[in-house]
């Protein structure tokens, strides 16, 4: 099978041809496509009629250099020659002649099928440079994947083409949009900037640019305020207007150069001001904006662009070929292998954009080292009789390692550049590209800028770019909306903090142990309080309550001395020395309050004290049943008076009353004991050591002891008239409301304060309990027997009984 190629002339004298050993396929943009061309039949397009771009032009002399300097090398393919075939690919989807010329031999392209006997039908095509555009390689690229013909490109920069299943002979000198989002990223994040607009034109660079940043900011406090892609038909005016609508003050423009220029030339026309743009490496050199006296009305352009290498002897090549070139007519060449420039002179060229220039002429460098390794070239020469083929260049291309200009040439496994770096750049007042910072990718990642040399368009300031204003510390955010970056700010309330860096929209609680005030970033440590042994207030209590012990003491010897006198055998005889004994035995509590609660703690503060006062209330409430009963319930039921003085009816009623309580207390603590308990709720910034009075364990006894107290009331109220000098029941009567009124204060008390003085007061009001009986039961007695002992006879009680016996029987 033959394919005629379309255009078919002698091309030796045309500076895009030169012949040698082995040939190299040159893709360049000198001229570029600007609107799209509309065609009624198949046609290929004269690109010479298209603007001319000089920066590719740049590139495209650049090709040729490189060339000639490898054939002027006696170490690199020593008699070897190297010959380039170069198109201009001025279109994505109309050169494709240019393409067929390249992969054709003698105007004809050998079918798979057919074996390459004859050398006349093997092309000498071992590689191709280019394309410039990532939507240019992927159109070129499956003609190329027929033979394995290995196309290096110096400029296609999508992260698709990484792909080896897809593109398995692609190679390229350009580090990938990845990397390129990953330094914007960067810099984004060194300043701030969280809310940013994003413009991308229609094509596989811009669409890979867009969707890598989307991506890559997912995790990060960046929002995209606004994203916009830019064709023909676009309108830039409207665009701006949202963007200004948004609020955003950053503006990504991932865009070619020949996009770039219309869309900062509209911002120019428009009056776009106080902007931060970021120019990506497509357009961040560009001299024709960059010397466009308006630019700086825009705002502060920032670039991170290619560090501009210099190519020893390439100025003088320009100087000495360029001006020697003539422009020949296309009908003299291949199609798309006319220039159409002879009026640009050897100084535009040498002062036009210099990106890509590096990827250039290492992408050439590393075609020539690959053939060079092909053909096993020596110091001596190379291997002449060896039948090179395409996919054996790729092979070698593939293990690149050679040292270009001070940098190693090596590719990754996606045969991505392991070489090369980023400089940040800034547009400064004379026109130039500043250089401001780098960021480099091996061996590892390091990142610098250098603030101080950035002219900011707020005239010192970094400008800002937020959706909303950073919360103030100890707020948290609410996001309002769909963007993280939009948000409420809410004060965290006491016991909360804020961490920003694990999680700025909700507030942590402390823990148990730890406090915060409102509007917090960490948590305090808690005080932790309880009455130690040590204190003056637990110190005093425990004197008083030794005090008590000795005074009861003292109260038990003197009524045994006089246990025969009527003053102690009224008084209840036997079943004093019983109460005294628990009085004692209930103050054993009071030592209980003070220290560290443990669980033996617990329960010491509240049994002794619940057991054995329910004994003296016990026997309280049988002393008031017995005066009521002598003095009145004798005259009047005798019969019910023996039957109590027969069966010992008293202490029939007290064993009761004890073992009930017993038994309550037993079940209580055996189900639910008291525990130490650690108060965190009464204060924030506080815990305080007690205990949790469980229901069952203390309720319940409590209850009873509350019920033998109000009969006891009840009894002694009964014989408030008795006689005067022989009247126990209002001594009863009066303790009793001394006790009530006790813990009527305590109740109050601890509803109102709950700090660690709590126990202070607990202690005091079982303290004050015990004294009630002591000094207000027992002491006026002791009195008697100690000041008044004529009263403490047989006539005189049998005296006070007849008395009281006539008046009541009148």
Not at 12 to 30: N, R, W
Not at 58 to 81: A, C, G
Not at 96 to 119: A, R
Not at 207 to 218: E, N, T, W
């Amino acid at each position: 099978m033959v394919l005629n190629v379309l255009c078919q002339c002698d091309v030796s004298t045309s500076a895009f041809h030169l012949d040698g050993d082995y040939m190299i396929g040159g893709l360049f943009d000198v001229h570029s496509v600007t609107e799209a061309v509309s065609q009624d039949r198949p046609e290929a397009i004269d690109c010479s009629s298209q603007p001319f771009v000089i920066s590719n032009y740049r590139r495209f002399q650049l090709m040729r250099f490189s060339v000639e300097e490898i054939n002027n090398s006696t170490s690199l393919l020593p008699n070897v020659s190297l010959g380039y075939d170069i198109f201009d690919q001025c279109s994505v989807a109309q050169n494709f002649p240019g393409m067929f010329n390249l992969i054709s031999v003698n105007d004809t392209i050998q079918p798979w099928d057919e074996p390459h006997g004859d050398p006349t039908k093997v092309s000498k095509m071992i590689a191709v440079a280019g394309p410039f555009s990532s939507t240019e390689t992927r159109t070129i690229y499956p003609l190329l994947m027929m033979n394995f013909i290995p196309l290096v490109s110096y400029g296609a920069a999508s992260s698709s083409l990484s792909e080896k299943l897809k593109y398995p002979s692609f190679l390229r000198t350009v580090h990938s949009n990845k990397d390129m989002i990953e330094g914007i990223v960067t810099i984004l994040l060194h300043y701030n900037w969280r809310w940013v607009a994003f413009i991308n034109s229609n094509d596989d660079y811009g669409y890979d640019g867009r969707d890598l940043f989307v991506k890559r900011i997912k995790d990060t406090d960046i929002c995209l305020a606004y994203s916009k892609e830019l064709n023909h038909n676009t309108n830039i005016s409207q665009v701006f207007q949202q963007i200004e609508e948004q609020g955003a003050r950053v503006i990504i423009a991932y865009v070619p150069e020949r996009t770039a220029e219309t869309l900062i030339g509209s911002a120019i026309q428009l009056n776009v001001t106080k902007k931060v743009w970021i120019a990506v490496e497509a357009w961040s050199l560009n001299k024709n904006l960059l010397r466009d006296e308006r630019i700086q009305n825009i705002g502060t352009v920032l670039g991170v662009s290619q560090p501009v290498v210099n190519i020893p002897g390439f100025d003088e090549f320009i100087y000495s070929t360029v001006e020697h070139m003539y422009c020949e007519n296309q009908d003299q060449h291949s199609c798309n292998q006319v220039c159409n420039c002879s009026d640009v002179s050897p100084e535009q060229i040498a002062d036009a954009d210099p990106s890509y220039s590096f990827p250039v002429y290492s992408a050439i460098y590393a075609i020539a080292h690959a053939l060079h390794n092909t053909l096993q070239c020596g110091s001596g020469g190379c291997q002449r009789n060896v039948t090179v083929e395409p996919y054996m260049v790729l092979a070698e291309l593939k293990k690149s390692n050679f040292t270009l200009l001070d940098q190693v040439i090596q590719f990754d496994g996606n045969t991505d550049p392991t070489f090369g770096s980023y400089s940040i750049v800034f547009w400064n007042q004379s026109g130039e590209a500043e250089e401001v910072g780098y960021y480099t990718f091996y061996p590892s990642i390091i990142f610098s800028i250098n603030t101080t040399k950035i002219q900011w368009f707020t005239n010192g300031d970094i400008p800002t770019s937020l959706c909303s204003k950073e919360c103030r510390a100890g707020y948290s955010k609410k996001q309002d909306g769909i963007h993280t970056c939009c948000f409420n700010c809410l004060i965290c309330r006491n016991g909360t903090y804020i961490n920003t860096t694990d999680d700025p929209f909700n507030c942590v609680a402390c823990k148990e142990t730890e406090w915060s005030p409102a509007g917090s970033t960490s948590c305090n440590l808690r005080v932790v309080e309880f009455i130690p042994l040590t204190d003056i207030w637990a110190i005093l209590i425990m004197i008083v309550t030794w005090v008590f012990v000795g005074f009861t003491a003292a109260v038990f010897v003197l009524f045994a001395i006089n246990y025969n006198t009527p003053i102690v055998r009224s008084a209840g005889g036997l079943m004093c020395f019983l109460i005294l004994g628990c009085l004692v035995l209930c103050s054993t509590s009071v030592f209980f309050y003070f220290g560290a609660p443990s669980v033996s703690f617990c329960i010491m503060r509240f049994l002794p004290f619940l057991l054995f006062y329910t004994v003296c209330l016990a026997c309280f409430v049988v002393r008031s049943f017995q005066i009521v009963c002598v003095f009145k319930m004798a005259a009047k039921y005798p019969t019910l008076y023996s039957w109590w003085m027969k069966y010992h009816g008293q202490w029939l009623f007290i064993s009761a009353a004890f073992l009930t309580q017993a038994l309550l207390l037993t079940l209580g603590n055996s189900l639910s004991p008291s525990k130490p308990f650690n108060d965190t709720q009464s204060y924030h910034d506080k815990i305080i050591l007690t205990c949790d009075i469980n229901l069952p364990s203390c309720l319940i006894p409590g209850i009873f002891l509350f019920s033998l107290c109000s009969l006891c009331f009840i009894f002694s109220y009964m014989g408030k008239d008795l006689p005067k000098n022989y009247n126990e029941a209002k001594a009863i009567t009066f303790c009793l409301l001394l006790l009530i009124l006790t813990w009527i204060i305590f109740a109050t008390e601890s509803s109102l304060y709950r700090g660690k003085h709590l126990q202070t007061l607990n202690a005091l009001a079982v303290l004050s309990s015990l004294y009630c009986f002591l000094l207000w039961y027992f002491l006026p007695k002791c009195y008697i027997i100690i000041f008044e002992p004529n009263k403490n006879t047989q006539q005189h009680f049998q005296g006070l009984i007849q008395s009281y016996t006539k008046t009541i029987s009148q």
